[in-house]
């Protein structure tokens, strides 16, 4: 495997890449690999995604990259508001009814009869 090198780098530079690499928990050597993988990725994604089918109807959203660099899309997504409209509009849980007894219910029954 090629190792690379880069010179004269800025200590302002080096420092925010430290910081960084210690907020991801990497070493320096791990966070500049995972910024060239994203960079990496990233070109290498761009035919791919100008191939995806355009809907109109759906929102794609590319959420991250799997380990071979393609994208890993999102598509569609629903506002809060669809979501509560959604549940309103579905029948009750089953484990929900009113006509059931609740477990506590149950419970005290038990205990009562004892």
Do not use: Y
Not at 10 to 20: D, I, M, S, T, Y
Not at 34 to 62: D, F, W, Y
Not at 83 to 93: R, W
């Amino acid at each position: 495997m090629p190792n690379l090198s880069i010179k004269d780098v800025p200590e302002a530079w080096a420092q925010a890449l430290r910081v960084r690499a210690a907020r991801n928990h990497r070493s320096l050597q791990g966070e500049l690999m995972a910024l060239i993988q994203g960079a990496v990725a990233t070109e290498a994604c761009e035919p791919v995604l100008s191939r995806m089918p355009a809907n109109p109807n759906k929102r794609s959203t590319i959420v991250g990259f799997d380990r071979l660099g393609n994208p890993i899309v999102r598509q569609g997504w629903k506002t809060v508001e669809q979501i509560a409209a959604e549940l309103k509009e579905k029948p009750t849980d089953p484990a929900r009814r009113r006509d059931l007894p609740l477990g506590v219910d149950i419970i005290r029954e038990e205990r009562d009869a004892r």
